[in-house]
Each structure stands twice: as C-alpha cells, then as structure tokens.
C-alpha cells in the first residue's frame, strides 16, 4: 500500500499522524510508537484505501533498529455515530487489530469489539498507554483518549465531545448539561491549558483557548 500523505506531529518516541476524510472532515488518527512499532488508530471513519496509506506512512515513523516495521495493535471508535465507523469493517479485516469502544455505545457499532471502556480505565499498548475518558452527552458512551508524553503536552482526541468553539451536538437539554459537565469536571478541570486538543472533525485547538468560554457555552446551551 502507497503511504498517504498525512499531517504528523513528533512526540519523541511516538508520532500521532492524522488525515481528513469523507465530505464530512472526519480525523482518523495513527498513533505509532518508534521503539516498537506498535500503532493506534483512533476512527476509522471512511475510506478504507486512504486510512491504509495512513498505516503505511506511520510505518516509516519506526526507528530502524525496531523489528516490527509497524502494527496496527488496536483500533477504538470514540462513539457509535455513523460517521466514524464506516471503514472500520474493512481496517479491521486487513489487519489483526483488535477493536474497542466505550462500553455503553458497542451495542450500536455494527461491526464487533473485542472489549470495550469505561471512564478511567487505561489502554495499554506495546511502548505506550492512553487514560480514557468517559464524555457522555454526545452518545452515551462517547471516549476521549489522553496521551501524556514524558516531555510536553497532553494530547487528547476528543471524537465528536469537544471542539474547537464548544461541545459537540446533543440532542436534548439534559445531554448537553450532562456532556458540558463530563468536559468540564474530566478534562478541563484535570488537564492544563497548553493540552492538546484532537476532535473528530476539524482543525486542533488547546484547552487554554477555550477555558475562558465555557460559562459562555453553558448559557447558551450548545
């Protein structure tokens, strides 16, 4: 498979590499450790060809003394929407990934989980590991995936829970309370400002650019 052409970021012994896909700018994110070769991909949410060229460009991330030049360790979905889970089917077929989710939306991903998450839990991969988040609102079991490097900033892929500007969509009153809430008390008011923020569509941003909104958010009420 021809490597796809990705944005990457250098986190020493790690490289997150995302690309965009579908009408929808859905992110489908590649985590790959150099020293092992192990690698995470976070939504596998369209285009199976392109979603392997991604595999493939994380392949050239590991360090040429790993023996292993790149496998696909695991595959989550950070929540059941259609949206994210349309290659998953498919990743999964070309590759001995396992597949995971939050455990309160695996009844309604098509495609079965080998385990699934709760809030707290941790994902232990080969060379690095994610604490995960429960941010229900958006769907009931909407994840979020933390990573803390030994030097710099959290990063922290967020799906469809929180963007640049705001939460993401809910569908009634009590989910927005419920998913403001679950932002609010499990990352912003654990992580620090200069933490990454990785969504599931769209551009990045920090959790310090977006702290002085969430009174602003809360009284409109999306």
Not at 36 to 62: E, F, K, N, R, Y
């Amino acid at each position: 498979m021809m490597a796809t052409a990705t944005n990457s970021l250098d986190l020493g012994d790690l490289t997150i590499r995302h690309i965009s896909v579908s009408s929808m700018d859905n992110n489908v994110y590649l985590m790959t450790c150099r020293s092992t070769g192990t690698q995470l991909l976070i939504d596998a949410a369209d285009d199976p060809d392109a979603i392997s060229g991604l595999v493939a460009a994380g392949q050239h991330d590991v360090r040429s003394s790993c023996t292993s030049c790149g496998n696909v360790q695991l595959i989550v979905t950070t929540h059941s929407h259609w949206d994210h889970v349309r290659a998953l089917a498919e990743i999964k077929s070309r590759s001995e990934a396992l597949t995971a989710c939050g455990s309160a939306d695996e009844a309604d991903i098509n495609v079965p989980m080998d385990f699934t998450f709760e809030d707290g839990d941790t994902a232990d991969l080969d060379g690095f590991s994610l604490d995960v988040i429960g941010l229900r609102g958006h769907t009931p079991g909407s994840i979020a995936l933390a990573y803390t490097p030994e030097d710099g900033p959290v990063h922290i892929f967020t799906g469809d829970s929180l963007f640049p500007g705001g939460v993401g969509k809910t569908g009634s009153d009590a989910a927005f309370r419920q998913l403001l809430s679950d932002v609010t008390t499990r990352i912003f008011d654990v992580y620090d400002d200069d933490t990454v923020i990785l969504p599931g569509h769209g551009a990045s941003t920090t959790l310090g650019a977006e702290r002085p909104h969430l009174e602003e958010w809360r009284e409109r009420g999306w």
